[in-house]
């Protein structure tokens, strides 16, 4: 049967030492792979395998903005009957990422999933802010403009009284300051807030 190994890459330039062995095996053994951006993914595997064939790879890239293309895509290299690794742009795939499309099209082509353990942001994120680990939800990215966002941190407070849950999202570098400045205007000062960065370093 073939596999599909769900790839975990860096969150950062840095951090090489946080990527596990096997990761660095198994793609040593394979030479196809579904990615989010192709220029991170060569160069991640450039840096764990300095050694690596990468112009003898070939490489589909997820179009976020043309679903069918890519699953057509996909589907062609299924088709082989090869081997296969899943790349996001940083940390594990499937997360806040598009992957979860491509590990579907997998298990339904008949692939076997193999998801490898790596860096995942919001459980390193959740682990070094202390609060609760035991029950939380996760919203990936919030919405990026007003008045949906606002409804969002308000919703995102209520389910916090209400259950005691933490609460998880995501957010790209460029846009930290506006919502931060969107959380200030809109959640309760008493409430307590985690940010965390750089994770691997």
Not at 109 to 114: D, L, N, P, V
Request: proline share 6%; hydrophobic share 35%; net charge positive.
């Amino acid at each position: 049967m073939p596999k599909l190994y769900v790839i975990p890459s860096l969150l950062a330039d840095s951090g090489k030492d946080h990527i596990p062995p096997i990761v660095k095996a198994t793609i040593e053994d394979l030479d196809v792979f579904v990615v989010e951006g192709l220029r991170t993914a060569r160069r991640f595997i450039r840096t764990l395998i300095p050694g690596y064939n990468i112009d003898a790879a070939i490489f589909v890239q997820i179009n976020k903005h043309d679903q069918q293309s890519t699953t057509e895509m996909v589907s062609e290299v299924l088709r082989t009957g090869k081997d296969i690794g899943l790349l996001s742009e940083a940390g594990s795939p499937c997360l806040a990422d598009p992957g979860n499309t491509i590990v579907n099209q997998a298990r339904k082509s008949g692939y076997q999933i193999c998801p490898l353990s790596g860096p995942t942001s919001i459980v390193l994120a959740l682990i070094a802010s202390g609060k609760n680990g035991q029950q939380f939800t996760f919203h990936g990215y919030l919405p990026y403009k007003d008045p949906t966002l606002t409804k969002k941190l308000r919703h995102i407070d209520q389910a916090l009284q209400q259950s005691g849950y933490t609460q998880i999202w995501m957010e790209t570098p460029y846009r930290n300051d506006r919502l931060l400045q969107a959380i200030c205007k809109t959640i309760p000062g008493h409430r307590s807030l985690t940010v965390a960065c750089d994770l691997n370093s």
